[in-house]
């Protein structure tokens, strides 16, 4: 997947157009409200329900899911006076990882996994720009990523609801920073699993699972560094739009995605050792059948040229007329066998009885 691929209008479109994408998904607008002792969630249906809600002088973050209404985000920015240019910005899908500075505003643009199914998952953005009052976020989808903030302003946890919109712009950053490790938690899990499948079965399904999961990291190893380079940005603080007191907030939010960069590492490493582990097991059980059959064809070479001498049609073989010749050869033939066994026993090519290998092809 080009998760940093852009998305850009047909040729001959005006400079600031948004365009609709097949599968670009509704959009919808939540507005939450709030001073230091009460918090209010609407939802605005159309622009004057929103301009209704924000007038006032309150801290207001403007929740943006779903990308499939182009007009109604438009509408949006008029009522907040953005630029046409800043707003296709802010609504430009699989965009790399950035911050920046555009009149006096703060834009954090950063991307976040989020859960498909059991196995698999995928990630999105999320745009976060800053101003005076208010906040406004956009998402490409409709996960509940940034739920977990929403619900900490709106119930007053801590100082949620203390230091404004910029308070509220950390909160959303540290939220879409910490979406990052049930992600690899998930991932941690199913490494030890496949882990463990390696070293009791040779399920072919194995190795395409273990390059399934090589292929999310190094999706995720691609995003990781530049989202990092986003935070420094935002820690140096480049146009001194946001207060002092949250420059360690936000440091701890570049520490924690350098945490993440380094999960992705170890566990990228995790996997080509999987990897190496089952190709060995493989390589190993095939040697095993090798020597099984390289053992049983040793044995029948000699058996096979006894029969082979005694099967020629000649008159004058003198064994031909002994009494007791059929079973001489017989003994001959499982002499041989039990010699040939006990001296490749002896070498340490077979085994048997205590210690043995339970595993022979």
Known sequence: MAFFEKDPPPAGFRTGTLTVEPDHLPTRISVLSYGTHYAREDVAAT???????????????????????????????????????????????RQRPKAEWVDGQTIAILRAPYQTSLQTSGLEQVNVLLSKNFVLTIQETHSGLLQPAW??????????????????????IDCIIDSFYP???????????LESRVMESFDEGILSEVNQVRTELVNLRRLS??????????????????????????????DHSMQVAEMIESYRELVGAINGTYLSAVSNRTNEVM??????????????????????????????????????????????????LLYFKRKGWIRWGEGGDDRRG
């Open 183 to 193: 992600e690899l938690e998930r991932i941690g899990d199913r490494l030890e699993e």
């Open 47 to 93: 622009v004057d329900q929103l301009r209704e809600l924000v007038d006032g002088d309150d801290v207001y973050w403007i929740h943006i899911q779903g990308l499939g209404e182009p007009e109604l985000i438009e509408s949006v920015a008029s009522v907040f006076e953005l630029d046409p240019m800043l707003v296709e910005d802010l609504a430009e899908r």
């Open 291 to 340: 020597r099984v059959l390289t053992i049983m064809a040793s044995v029948f070479i000699p058996l096979t040229f006894i029969a082979g001498i005694y099967g020629m049609n000649f008159e004058n073989m003198p064994e031909l007329k002994m009494p007791y010749g059929y079973a001489v050869v017989w003994i001959v033939m499982l002499g041989t066998t039990i010699w040939m």
């Open 225 to 254: 560094w530049p989202q990092r380079e986003a935070l420094q940005r935002l820690v140096r603080n480049e146009k001194a739009t946001l207060p002092p007191e949250l420059e360690g907030p936000l440091r701890e939010c570049y």
């Open 151 to 172: 619900d900490r302003v709106l119930a007053g946890y801590g100082e949620a609801r203390k230091g404004g919109a910029p308070r509220l712009f950390y909160q959303i």
